[in-house]
């Protein structure tokens, strides 16, 4: 009996997402939440059944279940969720929206894509050569050729990324901002408005702190000098 985990009750759309899965795969026998919230222990969301804190996952054989996290308040809570679940041992679920095509696109562990999301060809989500790096991809996103996204990054809601942008470490960008092509969004950095193509993007909130090909300003040529008669040259 495979059972999947999903940490954390304040998503709905992680666990909408995993019961869309669900219906068209049967990965999982059933599906529960679990909160460090004690009050809400015993409730349910979405039809889904709250069933006890994080540190159950002790008691779960890692032959039988899967867990994902669905912390979303900030970047540092889910990065703080996410360590704290890999110390179970449990393995990380991907949890991708049947409707996405994935062709071309390389997964690490732990990442979640949305419904409507469109990946280009050469896309790198998170990093597969380690135990658990995790990143999320919004609905209705769309991400060119050759992107990364780095773990933990964030890619919101009707993102619109260019070609070959890198989405760093722990980087957030919010709903239906738009990257150009060849951008950089800095580990640990949060882009809360439009970046234009082969910027560098440092800082919470967001700044521009380098543009690729820039040229240097053009320093005026001095004026040449007048000599008089009679005056030294």
Excluded at 66 to 91: D, Q
Excluded at 132 to 141: K, L, Q, V, Y
Excluded at 151 to 159: D, K, L, S
Aim: glycine share 12%; aromatic share 4%; net charge neutral.
């Amino acid at each position: 009996m495979k059972t999947l985990y999903i940490c954390g009750a304040g998503n709905s759309e992680t666990i909408r997402l995993a019961i869309a899965i669900n219906r068209q795969e049967a990965r999982w026998d059933r599906i529960v939440l679990l909160d460090d919230d004690s009050a809400r222990h015993g409730q349910s969301l979405l039809g889904v059944e709250i069933v006890g804190p994080f540190n159950l996952l002790g008691q779960v054989s890692s032959d039988s279940a899967e867990v994902t996290s669905a912390v979303a308040r900030t970047t540092a809570k889910r990065w703080s969720a996410h360590r704290k679940l890999e110390e179970y041992g449990v393995p990380f679920a991907n949890l991708v929206h049947p409707n996405v095509d994935l062709l071309g696109v390389e997964l690490g562990k732990g990442v979640i894509v949305y419904q409507n999301a469109t990946l280009g060809p050469q896309v790198y989500v998170g990093d597969g050569s380690v135990v658990f790096m995790g990143a999320a991809i919004g609905h209705e996103s769309e991400l060119g050729k050759c992107c990364v996204v780095a773990p933990n990054g964030v890619v919101n809601a009707r993102v619109r990324l260019g070609d070959g942008v890198y989405v760093g470490t722990n980087a957030t960008i919010l709903p239906e901002v738009n990257v150009g092509a060849r951008a950089t969004i800095a580990a640990g950095s949060v882009a809360m408005k439009d970046v234009p193509p082969g910027a560098t993007v440092i800082g919470v909130p967001g700044k521009i702190v380098f543009m690729l090909n820039q040229k240097p300003p053009r320093v005026p040529a001095p004026e040449p000098q007048m000599v008089g008669l009679g005056a030294k040259p």
